[in-house]
């Protein structure tokens, strides 16, 4: 039981196609999140959830569209993808206080060509 | 707005010398917690410590040793004798405080290469 899976882990695709990373965690965690990785920025929040159903924003949403019918997956899609969005983008999950660590899954590596 | 800054981007040592990642944070709060977490060539994140804004203490695991200074907006953290193992990229991360799942915010990280 890996605890928070992400998938694929790798995934070329081109421009202007549409792309969905999958998260599914088996804790029952009350929040989610998505970030991704870019040299020089670290990570960067995308979207989160508090739960199902309720999502937000984060520090850079734009071009990105989340999901979250059932408290256990919280899916990410790229709705037209662009070349700025080639990154590491990595599924995070926390029990939804301040003072609680957060999990990450293993990571997916998105090329957009 | 709340801020990590790694001014360190790369830092080279060879194995058994003692090496100190910085980091330094920006918030107006007074409830924050601060985390370091450990990114191995594999890929995966994996967390190494939580430090609540109110207890300054050092704290020592191993060979791993934090020192959070709130005067000086910092939480240190040093490797004792760097083996090859410990090659990896460091974040250290920033808790939002408004309660909002404990969002987190990272530095820009530093990648640490030990060499044998």
């Known amino acids: 039981d890996a605890g928070i899976t992400q998938s694929p882990r790798y995934k070329i695709t081109e421009t202007g196609r549409q792309v969905t990373l999958m998260c599914h965690q088996t804790?029952?965690?009350?929040?989610m999140f998505w970030y991704r990785q870019d040299l020089g920025h670290g990570l960067r929040l995308i979207y989160y959830?508090?739960?199902?159903?309720?999502?937000d924003k984060g520090e850079v949403p734009d071009g990105y569209v989340v999901s979250r019918s059932k408290t256990e997956n919280f899916p990410l899609t790229l709705e037209s993808a662009t070349r700025s969005q080639t990154s590491v983008y990595f599924c995070a999950t926390g029990p939804g206080t301040t003072k609680n660590i957060q999990y990450f899954g293993a990571g997916t590596r998105l090329s957009v060509l | 707005a709340q801020k990590v800054t790694q001014a360190q981007t790369e830092i080279s040592v060879v194995e058994k010398e003692d090496v100190t990642l910085d980091c330094v944070y920006e918030?107006?709060?007074?409830?924050?917690?601060l985390f370091w977490y450990k990114q191995p060539p594999s890929g995966e994140l994996v967390f190494l410590i939580r430090r609540n804004s109110f207890d300054e203490q050092n704290e020592i695991s191993g060979r791993y040793s934090w020192n959070f200074q709130k005067s000086t907006s910092s939480f240190n953290f040093t490797i004792t004798a760097s083996q090859v193992v410990d090659s990896a990229v460091y974040f250290c991360a920033l808790s939002d405080p408004y309660n909002q799942g404990g969002k987190l915010i990272f530095g820009q990280g530093t990648e640490l290469s030990v060499k044998p």
């Open positions: 959830s508090a739960a199902a159903d309720i999502t």
């Open positions: 804790w029952s965690h009350s929040y």
């Open positions: 918030t107006r709060d007074t409830t924050y917690y």
